[in-house]
């Protein structure tokens, strides 16, 4: 079938379809990673995306289900160069995944780097959605600043992840990937995972807090910022990724939207205190502004924004980067195992 990606400013991109039939709507933005395809798709951070991989072949590993950072996929859609199948093909199919393959992915990554991310459609048969039609459906669709997505992707009910260790942990899931929470249960921490919504008086019975990653602008996210003024002071806070937006904003900074994001492996981070520069895993559309203050702990070396706070005296800090790294380098692994123990020891 003719299947082809459309972006906004009426750019077509033509291939064929591997996965599911019908058309996708949402985001188009590029991801740099070599590896973790699986963890990708299935990390709630993309949701409302259609995501572009730079890597020339996708699913060359295959797929397993330890690997999926949720229970399903959040992308809308994946784009490629050349997809591998037929394991992941297959699996693209079963999840309702809208894939096309024989892209240009080089080109439409330039796109994008030079007009940044934009709405769009990835379309599995022309025959049933002509690229005219598909541009005024397009251009209908909202816009990523101002969108809450963390309520869209975050648990409904209370649950416990490890229901033993110490010190006890409250997580609070404004898109959690798996992996963070292995790792938090791995550092021994007794790990309960909330809902977005959950109010101060529930989280700071907890010994700490984690703020997750997640997707969206945080700016809509008043209530949830309103949260964590409450609990600063009162308990240790993390917050990772939009958790760190979220901090951010409710300790005086301010975030914008990144013309087209910092989504892959590879992303350079300065760490202040030492000099040392950490190769990140990064996966985001807003981030917070720069600026000169002292509770700015990390940096990133491609633009200047903050990559990281450290607010002692409200017993808070956050990383826009993923310590987790799934997928990912290792250079930033000991961060929420450090956070754990310190935890522990103040607990």
Not at 105 to 119: F, I, Q, W
Not at 146 to 152: I, K, N, Q, S, V
Request: with cysteine; net charge negative; charged share 20%.
């Amino acid at each position: 079938m003719s299947a082809y990606l459309l972006l906004e400013d009426g750019t077509v991109f033509r291939g064929d379809s591997v996965g599911a039939a019908g058309h996708a709507f949402g985001e188009a933005v590029f991801t740099t990673a070599m590896t973790g395809y699986q963890e990708i798709a299935t990390d709630p951070s993309y949701a409302e995306q259609l995501i572009t991989y730079t890597a020339p072949m996708v699913g060359n590993y295959g797929v397993a289900t330890a690997r999926s950072e949720a229970a399903r996929p959040f992308a809308r859609g994946v784009v490629m160069r050349e997809a591998r199948g037929p394991a992941w093909t297959d699996w693209l199919d079963e999840h309702g995944l809208v894939a096309l393959s024989g892209i240009d992915t080089r080109s439409l990554v330039l796109r994008l780097r030079d007009g940044g991310s934009m709405r769009a459609v990835a379309v599995a048969d022309e025959a049933a959605l002509s690229v005219e039609d598909a541009l005024a459906q397009v251009q209908e669709q909202p816009a990523m600043t101002g969108r809450a997505l963390a309520g869209g992707v975050s648990t409904e009910f209370v649950y416990p992840y490890a229901d033993a260790g110490s010190p006890s942990i409250a997580v609070v899931d404004y898109g959690v990937k798996r992996s963070m929470l292995r790792r938090l249960a791995l550092a021994g921490a007794r790990v309960t995972v909330y809902p977005h919504d959950v109010d101060a008086d529930t989280l700071t019975a907890h010994d700490g807090v984690l703020l997750s990653n997640g997707p969206g602008d945080p700016e809509p996210l008043v209530d949830e910022v309103a949260t964590i003024r409450e609990i600063l002071g009162r308990v240790p806070v993390f917050g990772i990724c939009l958790g760190h937006q979220l901090l951010g904003l409710a300790t005086g900074h301010e975030t914008f939207k990144l013309p087209f994001g910092h989504r892959g492996g590879n992303h350079p981070v300065l760490e202040r205190k030492t000099g040392r520069v950490l190769v990140t895993s990064q996966n985001h559309g807003f981030a917070v502004k720069p600026t000169e203050a002292k509770e700015a702990t990390h940096i990133s070396l491609y633009d200047g924004t903050v990559e990281g706070l450290d607010v002692p005296e409200l017993r808070a800090r956050s990383v826009q980067f993923h310590p987790e790294a799934g997928p990912g380098p290792h250079d930033s692994w000991p961060l929420l195992e450090e956070w754990v123990a310190e935890v522990k020891r103040g607990a």
